[in-house]
């Protein structure tokens, strides 16, 4: 048995019991605008400066899933494969994945499908300790690499990087599960692992308390590959085709404030995740924080051009899924190219951007976090 496919069926069984533990009136209601309740899988344990901040707790503080009608909650799931497998399950309607899980679900008949591009520049990247004698993916036969877990997306990235650079990911190198945070930065410098393989946003967290990192240049064969996606069930997709429509509008809504103001979005994931905080207070994490939600935000939105200036959210292309595919099969994913019109529905995203943008704009121009 493939190892990816042993890490999907633990998946499966960790979401099996996401589903035991959660209500089953998740997703209940929503035909044409009529009240409806969503359960959103974050694909982390962890809540931080990302997506969930700057696409829900905005949208759930400004009211935003409350104009759409929806009553909207989360679970937290242990990386993409799970979530997915949440949103499977029926335990969770709605996540944010890994557009290669999505693509390894499918091929594994997991009844899932993407409806929306979210981050849409390439956020992986290796890092080393500065002194570090590593200088590319050939350096790395022999080590350990650190990955948020064997579940997320940073252990396919890990196994692309290596096998790019000719070593076999399988023998040449181990892969270790460190998180993110504290625990990677003393993974990385008590030498438990001799790199890392995580998002661009993970770094800023780190870099902002004090750790050094020395990055490595990406292959070109990474480069134009599409990272999350939001995934719905594809067994309840046409009877959910409104709902999951206002849900992507709140989402892509709260996405533009969180472009323009990223500062307010930040002290609204406070208010919606006191957890973040971990008992500190906001000022003394508003400026660490918000240079992390920066750096996620420039995945996650065009890259080039202000705020006013971006096009309608959520467009992938034929282009971006093939080369996206291709990654996923080189780093073990997925074991043969799988029929885009079984994981790709762009159908919602007409509707889903119909909002005023330019009064989100002024909101998020105005707005002053309490």
């Known amino acids: 048995m493939r190892h990816g496919i042993r890490v999907f069926v ?21 035909a044409d605008g009529s009240p ?19 696409a829900y707790a905005v949208a759930q503080e400004l009211g935003y899933y409350a104009e759409e009608n929806l009553t909207v909650e989360t679970i937290n799931t242990d990386g993409s494969v799970a979530a997915l497998q949440a949103v499977a399950s029926g335990s969770a309607n709605v996540t944010a994945a890994d557009s290669g899980s999505v693509l390894g ?7 899932v499908k ?20 590593i200088a590319g993916g050939a350096d790395l036969r022999g080590k350990k690499i650190g990955v948020i877990s064997l579940a997320s997306g940073s252990a396919p990235y890990a196994r692309a990087y290596v096998r790019a650079a000719g070593l076999d990911p399988e023998k040449d190198v181990e892969l270790l599960p460190v998180g993110v945070g504290a625990p990677a930065a003393t993974a990385l410098n008590g030498g438990q692992v001799d790199a890392l393989a995580l998002y661009t946003q993970a ?26 996606s939001w995934a719905v069930s594809a067994r309840s997709f046409d009877e959910s085709t409104d ?15 969180s472009a323009k103001n990223p500062e307010a979005a930040m002290r609204i994931g406070y208010k919606v995740f006191p957890q973040i905080l971990g008992g500190q207070s906001a000022e003394s994490r508003i400026e660490a924080d918000t240079k ?15 705020p006013e200036e971006f096009p309608d959210w959520g467009a992938i292309s034929d282009q971006e899924w093939n080369k996206t595919m291709a990654y996923t099969k080189e780093a073990g994913q997925i074991t043969g190219d799988v029929d885009l019109g079984e994981v790709w529905d762009p159908s919602l995203l007409s509707g889903a951007n119909e909002f005023d943008k330019a009064a989100v704009l002024q909101q998020a121009g105005s707005y002053t976090a309490n």
């Open 105 to 111: 679900a499918v091929e594994k008949n997991v009844p």
């Open 243 to 257: 709902v999951n429509t206002r849900f992507l509008r709140a989402s892509y809504k709260a996405m533009l404030f």
């Open 10 to 30: 633990g998946a499966l069984a960790a979401a099996l019991v996401l589903t035991g533990c959660n209500s089953g009136d998740s997703g209940t209601g929503g």
């Open 36 to 54: 409806a309740k969503l359960t959103f899988a974050i694909a982390s344990a962890v809540i931080g400066p990302k997506e969930e901040v700057a």
């Open 114 to 133: 993407a409806v929306g591009g979210l981050v849409q520049n390439w956020p992986w990247v290796m890092a080393v300790k500065p002194d570090s004698p």
């Open 292 to 306: 992390s939600l920066v750096a996620w935000l420039k995945t996650a939105t065009p890259a080039t051009g202000t």
């Open 203 to 228: 770094y800023a967290v780190m870099e902002s308390t004090g750790t050094q990192l020395k990055y490595l240049t990406n292959p070109d064969s990474l480069t134009g590959i599409r990272s999350l």
